[in-house]
């Protein structure tokens, strides 16, 4: 019972740390500003020269970078851009950019940019409003997600807490185990789901220009998957010994 009680508290620490973490990382996300373009776009006045570079990074990995060049008065650049790896790229015949020492992405062919400096990427201006759109998909995927890994969670503890009083094979502990593993399934669809909605998103920003292919980094989770197909397999065996138990009981 030692182990159950160790996994019983480490369960407790898991739920009180969940909701610490989604409340501060929840807090911070909603006070960023992701829109530089418009704070840059409302102080030109009287600007001469003016460079501002902007990062973050999207969900799935997904990086992109602002621009914003004032030379002389002119606005030589002012975009975001998704910073993207060359294996996406579905054909190889695109033409070398100049070796200039520049800090900004310059044209290559069409829609395509690229820098001196990265020879493994490719740069894509997009519209904010996409940016935003995929803020917008990933904040509903980061609240399911949340909300499954508390429940998730949750369970366990019942699980744990039935355990601790020396009850295994009782139907609740079959229910809470088959609930969990249904949770993990559906995080596999949502997750595969919100991916493909992102990359939906931004490749149509990508329509015309065909060697450009991000669906390729739409990924399943197997993983969860199988540690739901798993779960499936403990919650029928508690279901196996429930009966067991039940038959034994009744010939005594």
């Known amino acids: 019972m030692k182990i159950t009680k160790i996994l019983l508290w480490i369960a407790y620490i898991s739920f009180g740390l969940s909701i610490t973490a989604f409340t501060f990382f929840g807090i911070i996300f909603l006070k960023k500003d992701f829109n530089t373009q418009q704070v840059e776009k409302s102080n030109l006045k009287g600007v001469i020269d003016k460079s501002t570079t902007g990062k973050f990074e999207l969900p799935m990995n997904l990086n992109v970078e602002y621009y914003f060049r004032v030379k002389n008065g ?20 695109l033409p070398q950019g100049e070796k200039k020492e520049i800090d900004y992405p310059k044209k290559l062919t069409g829609n395509i940019y690229s820098m001196p400096e990265s020879d493994m990427y490719l740069y894509i201006p997009i519209p904010f409003s996409s940016i935003e759109t995929t803020l917008t998909i990933w904040k509903v995927y980061f609240s399911l997600a949340f909300l499954f890994l508390l429940i998730a969670i949750f369970l366990a503890i019942k699980f744990l807490q039935n355990c601790n009083k020396s009850q295994f094979f009782i139907p609740a502990n079959s229910t809470y ?76």
């Open 177 to 252: 185990i088959r609930v969990i593993s249904y949770l993990a399934f559906v995080y596999c669809l949502i997750s595969y789901g919100s991916q493909w909605l992102i990359f939906k998103t931004l490749n149509h920003n990508l329509e015309g220009f065909s060697p450009i292919d991000l669906n390729a980094a739409v990924k399943f989770n197997w993983n969860y998957l199988i540690f739901s197909l798993f779960l499936v397999l403990i919650a029928q065996a508690f279901s196996e010994g429930i009966k067991l138990k039940e038959e034994q009981s009744l010939t005594i």
């Open 74 to 93: 002119e606005v030589l650049l002012d975009s975001y851009f998704l910073k993207i790896q060359k294996k996406f790229l579905t054909s190889t015949l």
